[in-house]
C-alpha cells in the first residue's frame, strides 16, 4: 500500500507540474509572442496550436492528474501519510477549479476560433482577435496560477509524505 500510495503521489505530482508548466510558459512567453503578431498570424498561430494540443502528450497528464488526485486523497485517507491530506484535497480542489476554467472558458474560447475558418477568409480579423485574446489570456492566466498552486500543495505533500514516512522507520 505504501509503494502504491508513494507511486500515486509522485505520478500526480509529476502530471500537474507538466500542465503548470504548460500554461504558465503559454501566459509569460507564447501569448505575449504572438500578441506582437498580425490579427492573420495571432488567428492562424492559435488555430493551429489548439489542433495540434489535442495529442496523447497533452491528454494523458491533463487527464489522468483527476483520477491520480482521487487516488492519492483516498489512499492518504484510509493509509500511511494521512499527514499529507489536507495538502492533497487543496491539490485536488484546484486542480479541479482549473480544469473547470479550461472546459468552460479557454475550451469554448478555442471553439469559436476554430468555427471562424480559414483566417484568410474572416471579414473582420480584428474583431475576431479582440474577442478572442483578452478573454482567453486573462483565463490561461487564472488556470496557470491554480495549476501552479496545485502543483506546489503536492511538492509539498511529497515533503509530508517523506517526513511521516521517515517516523515510521
Known amino acids: ?16 507540474g507538466l500542465m503548470a508548466g504548460l500554461f504558465a ?10 500578441a506582437r503578431s498580425s490579427d492573420r498570424t495571432f488567428v492562424e498561430a492559435m488555430q493551429n496550436i489548439n489542433k495540434a494540443i489535442l495529442n496523447p502528450v ?17 489512499l492518504a485517507w484510509r493509509g500511511h501519510g494521512r499527514a499529507a491530506l489536507p495538502w492533497l484535497i487543496a491539490a485536488a480542489v484546484l486542480y479541479l477549479l482549473a480544469f473547470m476554467v479550461t472546459s468552460g472558458l479557454n475550451v469554448p474560447l478555442n471553439d469559436r476560433l476554430a468555427k471562424a475558418g480559414d483566417p484568410g477568409r474572416v471579414k473582420d480579423l480584428p474583431a475576431l482577435r479582440a474577442d478572442f485574446e483578452s478573454t482567453w ?9 491554480l495549476h501552479t498552486a496545485a502543483f506546489g500543495c503536492l511538492l509539498w505533500a511529497l515533503v509530508v509524505f517523506g517526513a511521516h514516512r521517515a517516523h515510521e522507520m
Do not use: D, E, K
Open 25 to 34: 510558459a503559454f501566459a509569460y512567453s507564447v501569448m505575449p509572442g504572438l
Open 58 to 74: 497533452f491528454m494523458v497528464p491533463f487527464m489522468a492528474s483527476i483520477p491520480l488526485l482521487g487516488l492519492a486523497v483516498v
Open 1 to 16: 500500500m505504501r509503494s502504491l500510495q508513494q507511486a500515486t503521489l509522485i505520478l500526480t505530482t509529476l502530471a500537474t
Open 137 to 145: 489570456v486573462a483565463w490561461n492566466i487564472v488556470r496557470a496560477v
